[in-house]
């Protein structure tokens, strides 16, 4: 990852895990959901750890959360 995108992925992180929860959907039920584990969920959440997403796995997460993709990206 470009230092320069910390900030945004951090941001998409914090979206997933906010939208994640209005759905009450555990980290675990959405990791079942798009085919990844636990563990990735929770990096990808997680404020303090530098964790890529891929546009599949973004759009896979936005439609188990229901939300627009572009939501996750809008600042």
């Known amino acids: ?7 945004l ?3 998409v992180g914090l ?3 906010y ?4 759905r009450e959907l555990t980290q675990d039920q959405l990791a079942e959901k798009i085919g990844k584990s636990t563990a990735f969920i929770g990096a990808v959440e997680a ?3 530098n964790r890529t997403i891929s546009l599949d796995t973004l ?3 936005a439609k188990v959360l229901d939300v627009p993709p572009y939501k996750f990206l809008d600042e």
């Not at 990852?1 to 900030?7: A, D, H, L, Q, S």
């Not at 939208?19 to 209005?22: A, D, E, F, Q, V």
């Open 1 to 7: 990852m470009k230092e320069e995108y910390y900030g």
């Open 47 to 49: 404020p303090n750890i």
């Open 9 to 11: 992925y951090r941001r």
């Open 59 to 61: 759009f896979d997460i």
């Open 15 to 17: 979206k997933i895990g």
């Open 19 to 22: 939208y994640r929860k209005l």
